[in-house]
């Protein structure tokens, strides 16, 4: 089956520590996302990688940080420094080249106390 | 699972009613809309989308429509069903911003047997 899996689906951390959230696509899509989406809320872009080796902040990039190595994987590091780390965090992928379908994961809920 | 339901407005339904859920946008740039479902604890699920060239697009039991006059775009779901529960979210994407969506904060339906 294609798609988007992001993995642990519930994340529990201490505060201080750093924590990375994996997402892998194998959809072949050249761009990927990461988003953040509080209760009640819309989702807020962090993080997004248009190709391999190049990614660009979002709205919400402080306290975040991302790696794009490889095509079908977009890693996302909370770290410490992030003020309000607990939220549910959505990673999506899309084809590129302009405004297209974006697919979402499952998402990983984080909680950070 | 994740409440992404809370101080959402929200619209309640007869099953089998027709929906007709409401967004708001404000950029006279954005060139691209589309719709989301997103059920609780999940990742939203792709509707219907829509080019800023067109008024109207249809898909199955769904249809968007998009007034850029009043910069308004609405999501009507025909024979509502309790499998559409759910938050609906619009997203817009501002021409020349590489395909980023920016969403809305979402609409509740509640559909009732």
């Known amino acids: 089956d294609g798609g988007i899996t992001q993995s642990p689906k519930y994340l529990f951390r201490k505060e201080g520590q750093n924590v990375t959230l994996s997402c892998e696509q194998n959809l072949n899509h050249d761009a990927m996302y990461w988003y953040r989406q509080d209760p009640g809320q819309g989702l807020r872009l962090i993080y997004y990688s248009q190709i391999v080796n190049d990614f660009q902040k979002g709205d919400i990039a402080e306290g975040y940080s991302v790696s794009r190595e490889k095509k079908e994987s977009f890693p996302l590091t909370v770290t410490s420094a992030q003020k309000n780390p607990t939220a549910f965090y959505l990673c999506?992928?899309?084809?590129?080249?302009?405004?297209?379908?974006?697919?979402f994961g499952p998402g990983t809920r984080l909680t950070v106390t | 699972g994740e409440s992404v339901g809370l101080h959402l407005p929200t619209l309640s339904v007869q099953e089998g009613d027709n929906s007709i859920i409401n967004c708001a946008y404000s950029?006279?740039?954005?060139?691209?809309f589309i719709w989301y479902k997103q059920e609780s604890g999940k990742g939203p699920q792709f509707i219907i989308d829509i080019r800023s060239n067109m008024d109207k697009r249809q898909g199955q039991r769904v249809t968007v429509l998009l007034n850029k006059t009043v910069k308004h775009l609405s999501l009507q779901i025909a024979a509502t069903q309790p499998g559409d529960s759910a938050v609906y979210f619009c997203a817009e994407n501002i021409r020349g911003s590489q395909g980023n969506l920016i969403f809305g904060k979402g609409t509740k339906l509640s559909v009732k047997p």
């Open positions: 999506a992928s899309s084809i590129g080249q302009g405004p297209v379908e974006q697919y």
């Open positions: 950029n006279s740039a954005s060139d691209y």
